[in-house]
């Protein structure tokens, strides 16, 4: 797996490179001090993740964040130094598969790089949602009685729809499964369906539109895990 780092501290770079180097499945490819870099690397060296920093000089990470997985097919991890970072909804708007914080510890990393790569959300279902919900709802409020209905929603069947709305409640998808009583490779083809007919790179940014659109509500949260 090809691993672009996008930082403008060369420390940062440095240490995520060492940490990188010690894994035989993958490979550093380059490295970029800023948004401007990172795009230019991105086309170039055709990674299949890319470590982004949002807060750099000339071109954000933002801004990068959304060239990149615009005219590429590589996946984005922000990296954030706050876990509700004000900065972390529009990177996920602009396309990245989720956000790593860079306190994280060396086997996060790793496997986060692993599981993006892979083509899966980076974050936990739960997590997700508490981090959009949260972000969504500080960031652009939405009445309750007042949904803002996305036309791409009309593409999808009325078990596709239910399966994006259990998604966006934190449910995994072996939950999603028993709540709409169907078998957990019944739910992933569903999943796989409506990110195809949404035009979505992954499950975080299925997420996303959930939330935007009004179809799951800022707060709305699953039912609590039985033991």
């Known amino acids: 797996m090809r691993v672009l780092i996008a930082d403008d501290q060369g420390l ?5 490179a060492m940490i990188l180097s010690t894994q035989p499945d993958l490979e550093l490819v380059g490295e970029a001090a800023d948004g401007a870099e990172a795009i230019r690397a991105a086309r170039e060296l055709h990674p299949d993740v890319v470590l982004m920093d949002v807060r750099m ?3 954000d990470g933002i801004e990068a964040t959304a060239a990149i997985c615009r005219d590429t097919r590589a996946k984005v991890l922000v990296l954030t130094t706050f876990d509700l970072d004000e900065y972390v909804y529009d990177a996920l708007r602009a396309g990245a598969s989720g956000f790593l914080l860079k306190d994280m510890r060396r086997a996060e990393l790793i496997e986060a790089v692993r599981v993006v790569a892979a083509g899966e959300a980076l974050l936990a279902p739960t997590v997700t949602r508490r981090l959009i919900a949260d972000v969504v709802g500080r960031a652009h409020p939405v009445p309750a009685a ?6 791409r929603l009309a593409a999808l069947t009325a078990r596709e729809t239910e399966t994006l709305r259990q998604v966006a409640r934190g449910l995994s998808n072996a939950e999603i499964g028993r709540e709409l009583y169907v078998t957990e490779h019944t739910v992933k083809t569903h999943v796989s369906s409506l990110l195809s007919k ?8 299925a ?6 659109s009004g179809l799951v509500q800022p707060g709305e949260t699953a039912p609590p895990a039985h033991s």
């Open 12 to 16: 940062v770079r440095d240490g995520f």
């Open 146 to 151: 007042a949904p803002r209905p996305d036309a």
């Open 198 to 205: 949404l035009g979505l790179r992954d499950r975080v940014q």
């Open 207 to 212: 997420v996303v539109l959930a939330y935007e």
């Open 57 to 59: 000089p000339n071109v």
